[in-house]
């Protein structure tokens, strides 16, 4: 049988099978935890705690009252420690709060199941999802209350679950899809009342068949009537929103578009799990599954931690590195964002931490572009990355804009593919970084 899938993609190696059958393993760190004040798409939080101030799980760290943000929670209770500068993710200083873990764990008493949830006002649950601070847990971050809150003129045909996780080396939607897929339909089920005509799509790539068996028997013994389980041909980026919808729907999907423009709205698996904890059992959005993986990892696992957690922890957790790694990147190597240290910590957007060796890693000479065309043959947005990248390192981008730069998904399929070893992606990257800036400074004028 022909699965669904969309134009171009590429087809790199799996390498998942490294935690696959890793079973979650739950970790309570001590010490101090760091809560970066940007941890989503859109308005970044400002602290709203001082230093000396206890904190509970689930209680407020940062807020910002804009309608595209999240709130901060915190993961654990104990003292502030500080309000400063600490290193994130991309290498930079950023506002952030640090909790000194008191181990106790104590939940903040506001945080209990939603009352009567299952028949309560889908606006109570919009409310409950942006107070719980969730996101897109699949890595973009987008604010999940904005998205189930598109304009009344959308109809929303479709409730896409993204259980895809078509990223190499990564397995913590697959592990939860099998771990905790009760929680996940529950919670497609509960956002199906807010969009009571949508029908609801697990969408999961069809090199997880254990997943998809599970959802499947799990759909049919709960009953759960609009529901159906999607196997998807295996191929990169399947994943990405546009290719997600182009496959369940049939429809193309321009990217200036939203996809509530197209009836569409998509949520990662471990987001509509959170949605289901949230509302149903009263639990902050303060943990997230993280894979821990690569050849230079000593034993690579899958890790439920609290939020803020020092990622060197969690290599710790792991047996430390068996070889010294030449890449760490955050996320996976197609889409991974390369670590300059490893002594920041999780946030939400972090599903894995990916070491390799000089031997997984390739990191070979970039050399001048062969004008071979495979770049423009693998991206599947439709793009010519052999003419974005000088387009922005000439500093063309009004030029850059114009030959659709702006609609790179940043998701590394041209780089993986070029012989020149171009930097293509990362070219993609900086030119929006720079057309963004240029719109941020003409709308202040
Ligand atoms: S140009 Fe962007 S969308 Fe196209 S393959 Fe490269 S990274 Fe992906
Ligand atoms: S794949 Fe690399 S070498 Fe080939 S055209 Fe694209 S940039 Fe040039």
């Keep these: ?56 799980v689930g209680t407020r760290l940062g807020n910002n009252d804009a309608f595209v943000s999240a709130p901060i929670l915190s993961s654990v209770s104990g003292t502030v420690k500080d309000v400063t500068m600490r290193m994130t993710t991309p290498g930079m200083l950023e506002n952030c709060v640090v909790v000194e873990n008191d181990g106790l764990y104590e939940t903040a008493p506001e945080w209990k199941p939603l009352e009567n949830y299952e028949s309560a006002d889908p606006k109570e649950y919009i409310k409950r999802i942006r107070e719980a601070g969730i996101v897109g847990f699949g890595g973009a971050t987008f604010p999940t209350a904005v998205k189930l ?40 089920q509960l956002v199906m009342r807010i969009f009571p005509e949508a029908k ?22 709960l009953g759960a ?50 949605i289901y904890r949230a509302i149903a059992e009263g639990n902050p959005a303060t943990t997230r599954i993280v894979t821990v993986t690569g050849d ?59 070491a390799l060796t000089a031997k997984s890693a390739m990191l070979k000479p970039i050399t001048p572009c062969l004008r071979c065309g495979r770049c423009v043959t693998a991206c599947p947005m439709g793009l010519v990355p052999n003419v974005l990248e000088p387009l922005v390192l000439e500093r063309l981008y009004t030029r850059f804009e114009e030959e659709g730069g702006m609609n790179c998904i940043e998701c590394g399929s041209c780089t993986y593919m070029c012989p020149a070893n171009r930097p293509l992606t990362q070219g993609c990257r900086d030119g929006k970084a720079s057309v963004m800036a240029m719109r941020r400074k003409a709308a202040a004028k």
Aim: aromatic share 4%; hydrophobic share 40%.
């Design 1 to 56: 049988m022909r699965l669904p899938t969309f134009w171009g993609g590429i087809h790199p190696p799996q390498n998942k099978d490294l935690t696959v059958n890793e079973e979650i393993e739950s970790y309570l760190p001590k010490g101090e935890l760091v809560f970066p004040m940007a941890q989503n798409l859109g308005a970044p939080c400002s602290p709203v705690v001082a230093k000396g101030e206890r904190v509970l």
């Design 149 to 188: 809150s598109p304009p009344p003129d959308k109809k929303i045909n479709w409730l896409i679950v993204n259980g895809v996780e078509c990223e190499p080396y990564l397995n913590c939607d697959n592990r939860l899809m099998l771990e905790g897929a009760e929680k996940v339909i529950k919670g497609l």
């Design 200 to 221: 609801g799509v697990i969408a999961i790539e069809n090199n997880k068949p254990q997943a998809i068996s599970v959802m499947n028997d799990l759909v049919a013994k």
């Design 225 to 274: 009537e609009n529901i159906i389980v999607q196997p998807l041909a295996v191929k990169y980026p399947q994943g990405a929103e546009k290719m997600l919808i182009e496959a369940i729907t049939g429809q193309e999907y321009i990217m200036t578009a939203l996809p509530a423009d197209v009836g569409c709205i998509i949520l990662n698996v471990r987001t509509v799990f959170q």
């Design 296 to 354: 230079a990892v000593a034993h690579p696992k899958n890790i439920k931690v609290p939020l803020g957690t020092s990622v060197r922890e969690l290599i710790n957790l792991c047996g430390g590195f068996k070889e010294q790694p030449v890449k760490i990147l955050s996320g996976g190597p197609m889409m991974g964002i390369s670590m300059r240290s490893i002594d920041v910590p999780v946030v939400k957007g972090t599903s894995g931490i990916l």
